[in-house]
């Protein structure tokens, strides 16, 4: 069984620029949430989609925004990139969000913006 | 406002003696709790997970100890292995019949764990 899947594995973007981040869950997972990654502040909560819909946010500015498709696969979008949004994003997929025993985390996106 | 709290940045530790994580909460709605283990370059994985109505969990080496009236639980390993050097995370999701915006696991800051052979 295939694990969770995200890419670009690492990507490298300017101030102002927007980016676009993939994920794919494992298979019928409908599950997926974002999480940001950086020094000292553990993992941050950006939102959760279940079934296509956004089902929980985190305290994220609205430039960072996501979708799910009806095949699962989720995308995070984060649109006028700032020096702080380098950091590690983690993609999880579980069965039933918050309901699961455990997430499964994918190998993250390193984002760098210079 | 810190939901859930690993207050040592990190831990050294020397191989076959026990390791001790501990992870603070101050949320009263939590009743699930998880470690998670993150060596570099890749994404946690799942260790082992504890409900609010037991106060222990043991799987091999590692067991995770949960005191709910101090809201306080524990990973423990051992004997510890140098392979066990990462970032340890500690996470919590509330209760099934809680909605909004607490649906969610909420981790940690993350202790590195380092183990010298």
């Known amino acids: 069984k295939a694990g969770v899947t995200q890419t670009p594995r690492y990507l490298i973007k300017t101030r102002g620029q927007q980016v676009t981040l993939s994920c794919s869950p494992i298979?019928?997972?409908?599950?997926v949430s974002w999480y940001q990654q950086t020094p000292g502040q553990g993992l941050q909560f950006l939102f959760e989609y279940f079934s296509e819909t956004q089902r929980n946010k985190g305290n994220f500015p609205g430039r960072f925004s996501g979708r799910q498709f009806s095949n699962s696969r989720s995308e995070m979008n984060v649109s006028t990139l700032e020096l702080g949004d380098s950091a590690l994003y983690l993609c999880?997929?579980?069965?039933?969000?918050?309901?699961?025993?455990?997430?499964?985390f994918g190998q993250g996106t390193r984002l760098t913006v210079v | 406002d810190q939901q859930v709290k690993q207050n040592s940045p990190s831990l050294s530790v020397q191989e076959g003696r026990i390791s001790i994580l501990n992870c603070d909460y101050t949320n009263s709605m939590f009743d699930y709790f998880l470690w998670y283990k993150k060596y570099p370059a890749e994404g946690p994985t799942f260790l082992i997970s504890?409900?609010?109505?037991?106060d222990k969990n043991e799987d091999g080496r590692f067991t995770v100890f949960l005191n709910k009236s101090a809201k306080h639980l524990s990973l423990h390993i051992v004997p510890s292995q140098p392979g066990d050097s990462a970032v340890y995370f500690c996470?919590?999701?509330?209760?099934?019949?809680?909605?909004?915006?607490?649906?969610?696991?909420?981790f940690g800051k993350g202790t590195l764990l380092t183990v010298n052979p």
């Open positions: 298979s019928g997972h409908r599950s």
């Open positions: 504890i409900s609010s109505i037991k």
């Open positions: 999880a997929s579980s069965l039933r969000g918050a309901l699961a025993t455990e997430a499964f």
């Open positions: 996470a919590a999701r509330p209760a099934r019949n809680s909605g909004g915006s607490n649906y969610k696991l909420t």
